[in-house]
């Protein structure tokens, strides 16, 4: 009887057994933990294919254990923990490619500013350039104050400052001349000694330069020439008045005041010439992209003055005779002027001293030197064709613009040559 109730009992026991449920897999409970986190989250918002997915294994796990196979829900839901994670990564990478997206959009946009600003600050930059320029040219055209007198001493002072202005003078109606009647190739260059200097003495050529259309003012190339051969004929009469007071035995009171008048209705004949050829839509800062080729060779040094650009060279001769550095030196400078056709070229000879009638022809070959090394060389295959060329044109301006002391130990330096890109509008 025992025994019976014992079978009975553990047949009951195997039956019970056989209906208890399967027990869950663990990977089951960290897939929950899995899709509960933040990381989750941010796979749904970025990645929600790769997610997807990772759901999709979950729901085939929870089957499989729903059907029993409890090996089949551990591998499904082992897959979908690694989905979640390989979900998660993609998720990182869409992030950092959004974030790397933004980040150069801002960067384009904070170029565009800063190329923004940077145009503007050029532009106020030319524009405070030219009222510098205007306020200087107006201030040199105001009527002179008469000198009074002075002792012999102040009057030699004055003397080479007259000697000063005048070529000063002569230069400004050179490069005027340039602007309104260019010279034609192979002229003698202008010697300003004592004698009258033939800079401007040729009247120009009427109506050569008219009036772009649309500039300020009008001003016709006639109107120019005649004011030009005006300022000439107060250089040659300023000439004739310099010689006789360096040449009297008696004090004669230096031209200073004429001197100075010369100066200034020189530069007054550039700056029309140079406000004739500005078109009125076009911003000042006509020399710029000029100064910024000049500048960028980095061995230039270029300055700024009433012609226009300015560039010094010295050492270019051995003697009388062009070096060959010197003459690289000049081939390197050609190309500049041959991109900037627009400006024509002055070659101002200076000399470390006064000299003789005799010695002008010298330092003239040297002049002519300079401008045939400036020139461009034709080319082989067509001899008769050559890149544009500005108009180039030689001075000799003698020892009257000293840059150290005449009689210092570096009065050497005294000697250069400068090459005047001359400014075609205003500034």
């Known amino acids: 009887m025992i025994a019976r109730r014992l079978g009975g009992l553990a047949a009951a026991a195997v039956l019970l057994g056989a209906c208890a449920p399967i027990p869950r897999p663990a990977v089951l409970d960290d897939l929950d933990h899995v899709r509960a986190g933040a990381a989750a989250a941010e796979s749904k918002r970025h990645a929600p294919g790769a997610f997807a997915r990772a759901e999709k294994l979950r729901s085939e796990a929870l089957a499989a254990l729903d059907r029993g196979d409890r090996p089949g829900a551990q591998i499904l839901g082992e897959q979908a923990v690694a989905a979640h994670a390989h979900a998660h990564a993609l998720s990182r990478v869409a992030r950092a490619e959004t974030a790397e997206a933004e980040a150069k959009a801002q960067r384009g946009a ?202 010094t060279l010295r050492g270019l001769f051995a003697g009388n005779i062009l070096t060959k550095a010197g003459e690289a030196r000049l081939r390197d400078l050609a190309l500049v002027a041959a991109a900037h056709p627009s400006f024509p070229v002055a070659v101002v000879v200076h000399t470390d001293r006064d000299i003789s009638a005799r010695e002008e022809p010298a330092w003239a070959a040297r002049a002519d030197a300079v401008v045939r090394a400036l020139r461009p060389t034709q080319s082989a295959s067509d001899p008769g064709t050559s890149p544009p060329s500005p108009p180039i044109e030689p001075f000799l301006a003698g020892s009257a613009a000293p840059v150290v002391d005449p009689a210092g130990s570096e009065r050497a330096r005294n000697a250069r040559v400068e090459v005047v890109f001359v400014t075609p509008e205003t500034l």
Not at 111 to 126: D, F, I, N, P
Not at 200 to 217: Q, R
């Open 110 to 311: 904070g170029e565009a500013s800063l190329a923004g600003l940077e145009a503007e600050q050029a532009r106020v930059a030319a524009e405070v350039d030219a009222l510098d320029m205007r306020i200087k040219v107006a201030r040199d055209a105001q009527p002179v104050v008469p000198s009074g007198k002075a002792d012999a001493d102040r009057e030699k002072a004055r003397l080479a400052a007259a000697r000063s202005l005048a070529l000063q003078a002569r230069l400004l109606c050179g490069a005027a001349r340039l602007l309104i009647a260019p010279a034609p190739t192979g002229t003698a260059p202008a010697t300003t000694g004592t004698a009258p200097a033939t800079t401007g003495t040729a009247p120009a050529a009427t109506g050569t330069a008219p009036a772009t259309t649309g500039t300020a003012p009008a001003t016709t190339g006639t109107e120019l020439g005649a004011r030009l051969d005006e300022a000439t004929a107060a250089i040659k009469k300023l000439d004739g008045d310099l010689a006789e007071a360096s040449g009297s035995a008696r004090p004669i009171p230096a031209p200073i005041d004429q001197a100075s008048r010369a100066r200034a209705g020189c530069l007054a004949v550039l700056t029309a010439a140079r406000r004739a050829a500005t078109p009125v839509t076009r911003a000042p800062g006509a020399g710029d992209a000029l100064l910024a080729d000049l500048s960028a060779a980095g061995t230039w040094s270029p300055a700024r003055d009433d012609r226009g650009i300015v560039i």
